[in-house]
């Protein structure tokens, strides 16, 4: 199984896995239980294999939402992962840019500090790899 928080480096990988509609999350190989508790308070579901010996851990958006849901789902989670401390990348597939600033809207007369910056975007990985939006 290929983990492309591993491959990047990045604490969260979210993008549509290929041949299917489903929206994935990332993350990487021993990542703190602090990012797997946030994700799944964020409303995604946690996947893991083999079953009772982690080797690798990855999440999903609930698959009884709709597209849109989906979609609305995963874009609100990027600014509390930000607002955390987590390097995040969302495949151009999935970020929409009026959910994101929905999300960080929502955020900031709860958090006392400023809404999250878009930090710049990665490097492009040394090989042929699917384009990427860092929000």
């Given at each position: 199984?290929?983990?492309?928080?591993?491959?990047?480096?990045?604490?969260?990988?979210?993008?549509?896995?290929?041949?299917?509609?489903?929206?994935?999350?990332?993350?990487?190989?021993?990542?703190?239980?602090?990012?797997?508790d946030l994700?799944?308070?964020?409303?995604?579901?946690?996947?893991?294999?083999?079953?009772?010996?982690?080797?690798?851990?990855?999440?999903?958006?609930?698959?009884?939402?709709?597209?849109?849901?989906?979609?609305?789902?995963?874009?609100?989670?990027?600014?509390?992962?930000?607002?955390?401390g987590y390097?995040?990348?969302?495949?151009?597939?999935?970020?929409?840019?009026?959910?994101?600033?929905?999300?960080?809207?929502?955020?900031?007369?709860?958090?006392?500090?400023?809404?999250?910056?878009?930090?710049?975007?990665?490097?492009?990985?040394?090989?042929?790899?699917?384009?990427?939006?860092?929000?």
């Open positions: 199984m290929a983990n492309l928080a591993d491959e990047y480096g990045t604490d969260v990988e979210i993008y549509i896995k290929a041949l299917t509609t489903t929206i994935h999350a990332d993350t990487p190989t021993g990542a703190p239980a602090g990012l797997h994700l799944e308070q964020l409303g995604l579901e946690r996947h893991e294999y083999p079953t009772g010996e982690p080797l690798y851990v990855w999440h999903t958006v609930p698959d009884h939402l709709g597209a849109d849901e989906q979609k609305r789902l995963a874009n609100r989670a990027i600014p509390a992962l930000l607002l955390a390097t995040v990348n969302c495949d151009p597939e999935v970020f929409d840019e009026a959910l994101y600033q929905q999300a960080v809207h929502r955020l900031q007369p709860r958090a006392a500090r400023p809404a999250p910056q878009q930090p710049a975007p990665a490097s492009p990985p040394s090989h042929s790899a699917p384009a990427r939006r860092t929000p």
